[in-house]
Every structure is written in C-alpha cells, then in structure tokens.
C-alpha cells in the first residue's frame, strides 16, 4: 500500500528528509520528495515537477528565474519526473505523489504545474530500456510520450490546472515540448522501428 504524505511535506526540503530518515531505511521506501522555496504558505504561481537525480535542479531553477518565476514556485522531486508517474515500473509509488500534488494544488492554490524531464535519466532506462538513450531522436520521442500521458493524467485529476512540459538538455538549456508524440508507445516492440511510410522508397533515377 503506497504511503500518503500530508500535504505539509511541501514544506520539507529533500536534504533535511533525508537526514531525519538516515539510518531508519525510510529513505528507501519514498522515492519522491519535495523541497522548499522561500515562498510565503498559500498561493504560489506554479509547481514544479523535476528528477530527484543530482544536476538537475540547478538548470531547473535557471529555466524558472527565466519565466520570471524565481520564488514564485515549488519544486517537488520525483524519480524520473513524469516517467516516474506513467511508467509502469514506478506503479507501486504513483498514488503517493497524486495525494501529494492534488493536497498541494488546493493548499498552495496554484493553477500551474510545470513538469520538466531531463536527458540521460536513469529512470528512463529502467522504465524503457538503455536504447531509449541512444538516439537523441528515439530519446527526445520517448520523454515526449511520457510528458504528454502525464499531461492527459492531469487533465483527468485535475482538469483545471494548467500544465507545461519541457526537456532539460544536456547544456541545461530547456526545449518546450508541446506537440503530442506520434507513433507507438516507448514500450512497444516496434515503437524503434521506422514505419512502412518513413521508410525512403529506392531512388530509380540512375
């Protein structure tokens, strides 16, 4: 049974959890955590959905002082991001993070969620498979098919928060995500494979 967090535990900053949680085990067995912002309680512009893996919070926050929205937002840490809410291997975890977010949505009164995934996530390898990674087209295809089922999950819980998604580079520079991805799911066999209508026809003109 997946553990509910009291909507309080926006408020915790990951490092301090941890730290409250070492020698117990009890870090083990959340694998999502939030972090505070020096933002008065109540109402905030936005929440932020980022990896718990190290390197990604500081593109994150420049990404966010960019939209204007430094200390105007909360960032709450999810292993994967959105794959660590669709992927079928982070099932066991998935409501505990959907208590947390809806409690925080009516708590902070936010209308916005931002949901930004990173390239090289190790959560995405154990989700899809290492060859996800290996082509920066297969790769950018494959966080677009889990940012936009998150997206259709939000809808669902909560229709009337907006959501954006995006993509952290490597350089740490974030490309927006807004198209719907096409084709197959990352799980699917062939979902790699090109399609009969990609596929070039043989140039007779010789």
């Not at 966010?64 to 079928?88: D, F």
Request: include cysteine; charged fraction near 20%; charge should be positive.
């Amino acid at each position: 049974m997946p553990v509910a967090f009291p909507s309080c535990a926006c408020a915790l900053h990951r490092r301090r959890f941890l730290q409250l949680a070492g020698g117990t085990g009890l870090a083990a067995a959340f694998p999502f955590s939030a972090l505070a912002q020096p933002v008065d309680a109540g109402e905030v512009e936005a929440l932020l959905l980022i990896c718990s893996e190290s390197g990604v919070w500081q593109p994150a926050n420049n990404f966010m002082k960019s939209r204007q929205l430094a200390g105007k937002y909360r960032p709450v840490e999810v292993e994967g991001a959105a794959i660590g809410l669709v992927a079928e291997q982070y099932q066991a975890s998935r409501q505990a993070f959907w208590d947390t977010l809806m409690s925080a949505t009516t708590w902070q009164q936010t209308r916005k969620v931002i949901a930004l995934n990173h390239r090289g996530c190790a959560a995405m390898k154990v989700a899809y498979g290492f060859v996800k990674t290996s082509d920066k087209l297969i790769e950018t295809e494959t966080h677009r098919y889990a940012l936009q089922e998150f997206r259709r999950q939000m809808a669902e819980r909560l229709p009337d928060v907006e959501v954006e998604t995006g993509l952290i580079g490597f350089d740490g520079k974030v490309e927006l995500l807004k198209n719907p991805r096409l084709g197959p799911s990352p799980t699917s066999p062939s979902s790699t494979a090109p399609s009969k209508a990609n596929r070039r026809a043989p140039d007779k003109r010789r």
